[in-house]
């Protein structure tokens, strides 16, 4: 069973916007509703026949040098706040916002656009968050 083949044809059929930038891997773009002004999400899975796909942020902000142990902080704070979604800073110092799932071939496009969707609002409440961390 392909589930990248299922996603990306529900996908095609609902005319939701993504691009692909490798076979097993998609782009989707959004715009924040309230504080992000765009929202960049990779989601891939490990093989086309694996039921375990993968979603990913990386623009939540770098973080270097002084302004390392605030980045580590707010990915804290982010992470006892919010289930869903997991933070951590990879060994770019750059913030990575992450969801894992198990899906089924039936349900393979309702999980992942709810997974999505709790993404990006998760990403979008916790963005000023990550700003004042990074910036303040």
């Known amino acids: 069973m392909n589930y ?21 891997v998609l782009e ?3 715009k924040g509703k309230k504080n ?20 990913k942020c990386y623009d939540l902000g770098h973080f270097e040098g002084d302004k390392y142990a605030a980045g ?10 919010y289930r869903w979604v997991r933070f951590y800073m990879d060994g770019d110092n ?5 969801i894992d799932a198990v899906v089924s071939s039936e349900t393979v496009f309702d ?7 709790r993404m990006l ?11 004042r961390a990074r910036w303040g």
């Open 72 to 81: 580590l902080l707010a990915c804290n704070n982010a992470n006892k706040q």
């Open 28 to 30: 989707i773009n959004q």
């Open 36 to 55: 992000a002004p765009n929202i960049r999400l990779v989601i891939g899975f490990d093989d086309p026949e694996s039921c375990r796909p993968w979603i």
């Open 111 to 117: 999980e992942m656009i709810e997974l999505i969707v």
């Open 4 to 24: 990248y083949a299922i996603l990306k044809n529900k996908l095609d059929e609902k005319e939701l916007p993504y691009s692909e930038l490798k076979d097993g």
């Open 94 to 98: 750059d913030v990575v916002a992450a």
């Open 121 to 131: 609002q998760i990403i979008d409440d916790l963005y000023p968050e990550f700003m």
